[in-house]
């Protein structure tokens, strides 16, 4: 019996790129997406990799993520981002569309080709706001997916000894935060393999290996690969927002 091991995070918070990494730290195959296992996912790779391993990625909540698979679950690693770049990147990312039509019940329904459409007369401001409310409170007419606010996604998770790994210690410390994932996964790897594995799957290596046609939508998956962004692009009330209504929620961010 295989064991899986199920990279989790809420969206735009750097789940591919874990997975992939885990994926190729470990030697097995990245097989998709956690629950919709006989959909082919576009970013699923090592299929010819030999293992008792093998890792799925997922943005379902704790509630959901044993109940939508029947395979069993060796372990869950989630990886957590600020909340205020989740707004950043899910922008460029996602879909959206004007404050009168994103009120409509139904409005994420909307064919995928006006979405598109509509997204193109969507003012960054506007996207912005909507990511925002999403973030804090759930706003499923941008995806199902964002349905849960930040907060609800994770704060389960964090209390079932599951390992939290921060997205801007995996790009600060890359090494440090592989190590301490093989030490969960009790796999011993030795420090050139975890070298090899994290020059692999950084967001430069993936840059210069540049897809086209079908394969685009995964350019925009692994978009750029640092943090910081609401700093330049938040307005203090936007801020204050975000102190408002996180200041006491974890212990990972200082809002």
């Known amino acids: 019996m295989k064991k899986n091991i199920i990279i989790v995070g809420y969206p735009k918070s750097g789940t591919t790129w874990l997975s992939r990494l885990?994926?190729?730290?470990?030697?097995?195959?990245?097989?998709?997406?956690?629950?919709?296992?006989?959909?082919?996912?576009?970013?699923?790779?090592?299929?010819d990799r030999s293992s008792k391993y093998q890792v799925y990625k997922s943005h379902h909540t704790?509630?959901?993520?044993?109940?939508?698979?029947?395979?069993?679950i060796y372990k869950i690693i989630y990886i957590i981002r600020d909340p205020r770049d989740v707004v950043i990147s899910g922008i460029h990312y996602f879909s959206f569309l004007p404050k009168l039509l994103a009120k409509k019940d139904g409005a994420l329904n909307i064919n995928r080709v006006l979405r598109k459409t509509y997204n193109r007369v969507v003012s960054f401001k506007e996207k912005k706001r909507q990511m925002i409310q999403a973030v804090l409170n759930g706003n499923k007419n941008i995806?199902?997916?964002?349905?849960?606010?930040w907060k609800d996604h994770f704060t389960p998770y964090n209390n079932n000894n599951i390992l939290f790994i921060k997205y801007e210690s995996l790009i600060d410390s890359p090494e440090r935060e592989c190590k301490k994932i093989l030490e969960y996964l009790e796999i011993n790897r030795n420090v050139e393999h975890i070298k090899k594995s994290i020059e692999k799957q950084s967001f430069q290596q993936r840059k210069i290996n540049k897809r086209t046609g079908e394969e685009k939508q995964l350019n925009k998956?692994?978009?750029?690969?640092?943090?910081?962004?609401?700093?330049?692009?938040?307005?203090?009330?936007?801020?204050?927002l975000f102190t408002e209504n996180l200041s006491s929620s974890n212990k990972y961010y200082n809002f």
């Open 221 to 240: 998956l692994l978009r750029k690969g640092k943090y910081g962004y609401w700093k330049t692009d938040f307005s203090k009330k936007e801020i204050n």
């Open 22 to 47: 885990v994926a190729e730290m470990v030697t097995c195959p990245l097989k998709g997406d956690w629950g919709f296992e006989r959909i082919e996912a576009l970013y699923k790779e090592g299929e």
């Open 143 to 149: 995806t199902n997916w964002l349905d849960t606010s």
């Open 62 to 72: 704790l509630g959901e993520i044993e109940n939508v698979s029947n395979l069993e």
